[in-house]
């Protein structure tokens, strides 16, 4: 997966028409962005319809989330091999027909498998979007990737409150159909302008290591879901067998990554220099911002009973905070470098996640619980851009792949942070309230451990 030439390198001279393919891509980021947070707005009337429980219900988050973790490192491997416009617009061909099929299922559990299916198309997007805007705007590939981060919060604001609107006026099922037009004009589009690429040759997939992580992260995930059945504790085989059957998944990864010349993920991109410490930053953050915040709709509801509408809009407020301030935080990220604005912004995102789970007398719990999310978003605008540029300075000939690193273990974070939280709460009388616990520990990991972790990422400032 070294770094290419002729096409498959990144001109550093930036092409015309770019802005416009800037347009096309961010399309599909936003329709990303939508499908994940319209979801959690949703969550509590596909329980109540599918008769699903809580835990399980989840899945319908955590299995798309699973899919994109799969997904992600692969899309940047094929965008290399098959070129970055063939796997973007089989990607949104993907979603658009599988969004389809999510919005006609009648069963818990056919959703669950549509929307591990939606996920291949949703997890392609970013990899083969970031390669293809890399392509296009040469030495400003910074700051057009970091404008990435300002795309993602249109989708949250309007995801929550497209969410709201169809729980409240139609039906759940109009949160996947929703996707449909707008994945049938990205493939028009894309189709029509964005210009093609060559692939590399000789490159291969790897299959037995895409099988090993994959069944690794599906038996950690339903083990931990398991847990938060009713009657099951730690020491019952439901939960230990699927989790050691885990254990033994990511032992025969690392041995087969080893040895494999041409690897899934290459160790390099897990413990290389600088790989290791912001794998481990993307992880924790990923658990925060994607993973308990997708359920911050839900514990609005269970724990304060604010309405499906209202609670769907205070995921508004985080992505109005968040565009807010990511750009201008792309426009000076090359004075500031990455450690600054990563450590401010991550503090102030632990600040927000803690105020989330107050309850103060002297305002309604809606006003407060949108403030402490627009805080939040605040946060995540500020470290966000830093965050994705130190990823992909890390391997500046491989962005796609690097990329779909990153978003790997930010879904692998939001993975575990989902099943953990919700096994916990099914298990409690009052979900609502030990979601709120959990925030406040999440908000605690990010200030106690990964603060002291942004310290020793490698810097960089100036131009790419």
């Known amino acids: 997966m ?61 299995i798309y989330a699973l899919g994109q973790v799969v997904v992600m490192p692969l899309a940047g491997r094929l965008s290399d091999m098959y070129g970055r416009k063939t796997v973007f617009l089989s990607a949104a061909a993907l979603f658009s027909v599988a969004s389809l099929a999510c919005g006609l299922a009648d069963d818990i559990y056919v959703l669950v498998a549509l929307r591990a299916l939606q996920a291949v ?111 099951v504790t730690a020491r019952d085989p439901g939960f230990l067998l699927p989790e050691l059957a885990a254990f033994a998944a990511l032992v025969l990864f690392v041995r087969h990554a080893r040895a494999d010349p041409a690897p899934f993920i290459p160790l390099l991109f897990l413990s290389g220099r600088g790989f290791a410490a912001m794998n481990f930053i993307n992880l924790l953050f990923g658990g925060v911002v994607i993973g308990l915040g997708a359920l911050v709709p839900i514990y609005a509801e269970d724990r304060f009973g604010i309405s499906s509408l209202d609670a769907g809009t205070v995921l508004s407020a ?80 491989e962005i796609a792949a690097v990329a779909g690193l990153r978003g790997m273990f930010r879904q692998s974070g939001a993975i575990l942070a989902v099943a953990i939280s919700t096994a916990v709460a099914a298990r409690s009388p009052d979900a609502g309230l030990v979601l709120g616990h959990v925030f406040l520990v999440f908000s605690a990991l990010l200030l106690v451990v990964v603060l002291p972790v942004v310290l020793v990422i490698p810097e960089h400032r100036g131009s790419w």
């Open 121 to 231: 198309g949703g997890g392609a997007f970013i990899p083969s979007a970031t390669g293809i805007v890399s392509e296009q705007f040469g030495r400003d590939r910074d700051r057009a990737v970091g404008m990435f981060t300002s795309i993602f919060p249109i989708g949250g604001i309007v995801g929550p409150t497209l969410g709201g609107v169809f729980v409240t006026y139609a039906s759940w099922r109009w949160i996947f159909f929703v996707n449909l037009p707008i994945g049938l004009t990205l493939v028009a589009l894309g189709l029509r302008f964005i210009p093609a690429s060559r692939g590399r040759q000789g490159s291969r997939i790897d299959g037995v290591g895409i099988a090993l992580f994959g069944s690794c992260i599906l038996a950690a995930m339903f083990g931990i879901s398991f847990l938060g059945s009713g009657g």
């Open 2 to 62: 070294a770094g290419g030439d002729g096409d498959v390198g990144y001109p550093d001279e930036p092409r015309r028409g770019r802005h416009l393919v800037f347009g096309i891509v961010a399309l599909a980021l936003v329709l990303a962005s939508i499908d994940q947070t319209i979801v959690a707005t949703a969550l509590g009337s596909i329980q109540t319809e599918l008769h699903a429980q809580l835990n399980w219900s989840t899945w319908t988050i955590t």
């Open 318 to 397: 985080r992505a109005v905070g968040m565009i807010v301030v990511a750009g201008l935080a792309v426009l000076v990220l090359r004075r500031t470098g990455h450690r600054t604005p990563m450590f401010i912004g991550f503090t102030i995102v632990a600040i927000g996640m803690a105020l989330i789970c107050l309850t103060p007398g002297h305002v309604s719990h809606y006003a407060w619980l949108a403030t402490a999310a627009g805080i939040t978003g605040i946060g995540m605008g500020m470290s966000l851009p830093a965050s994705n540029n130190a990823t992909l300075h890390l391997a500046r000939d």
